[in-house]
């Protein structure tokens, strides 16, 4: 067997192309959609995320403002650029990147940011708000990798359903918030968040229809522990030294030889990635329609 690929460049792609139209239909009823970033300090990864974010803007047609911090800006520093992003009117959503460099309380901050703004679903409101199930008219945006990683299921037509699956770490932005989305209703899949002290990690994984791997322990995910035919969603990525050219390269959770076993996998980079990305544009389109309709 050799598993489908879940191309998450492609999908993000479609993804895009659909919200184009919406946006163009926003500007048209004069609603400029922006997204606002906050990004404190110097973290190579974080740079590089948040310069794809405000490529991705340009792209479809969302204005972007990019608020950059020092690594030595103080806990003050971050909470006057999170209170001007709140008062701009320009800033129709916002993100604070995380991770925060070390001495920040990031809860602290995500609790400071105005919930209607929230891009990222990170904000206690709208984080309980899905907890409690509520959608509809009280709109909560959902965290990006999450949403982005149900969205890009359903476009492959990976049952969910009452499927078993295996969430490998308990992250703020990731698996916790995906526990809670696939026991939904209207998802009504069965969950095992596991975490670094759970016993039997492969035992968990070898029962799962759906696994997803949010760690960065690099290839921790080993072919002889998934089911056949299972969806394997690698999300963790770290970056490591290549023994051979010595230059860096990103490597995901998941071993690469577990596309003999599964019956999707989505490579990493080139699949969640581009997801959360995906996600974070559409979070902040149907913030701005919502605008509209108020
Ligand atoms: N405020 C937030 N912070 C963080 C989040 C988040 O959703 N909100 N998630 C991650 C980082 N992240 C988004 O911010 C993110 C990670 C990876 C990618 C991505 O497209 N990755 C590419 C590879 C990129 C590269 O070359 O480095 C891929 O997978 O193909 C986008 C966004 C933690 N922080």
Known sequence: MTAITLDG???????????????ALLRAHGVVPGLGTLLVGDDPGSKSYVAGKHRDCAEVGIESIRVDLPASATTADVRSAI????AASEVTGYIVQLPLPA??????????????????GLHPTNLGRLVLGI?????????????????MLRRYDVPIRGRHVTVIGRGLTVGRPLGLLFT????????????????????????????????????LVKPEWIKRGAAVLDVGITRVQDEETGKGRLTGDVDPAVASVAGHLSPNPGGVGPMTRAMLLANVVKAAELRLDG
């Open 9 to 23: 460049v492609a999908t993000a792609a479609a993804v895009k192309h659909e919200l184009a139209s919406r946006i």
């Open 83 to 86: 209170r001007d992003l709140n």
């Open 103 to 120: 001495g920040h309380d990031e809860n602290a901050m995500l609790e400071l940011i105005d919930p209607d703004k929230d891009a990222d």
């Open 135 to 151: 959608e509809g008219e009280l709109h909560s945006p959902l965290p990006c990798t999450p949403a982005g990683i149900v969205e």
């Open 184 to 219: 939904r209703k209207g998802l009504d899949a069965t969950v095992t968040l596991t975490h670094s002290r759970t016993v039997d990690l492969a035992a968990e994984v070898r029962r799962a229809d759906i696994v997803v791997a949010a760690v960065g322990v690099p290839h």
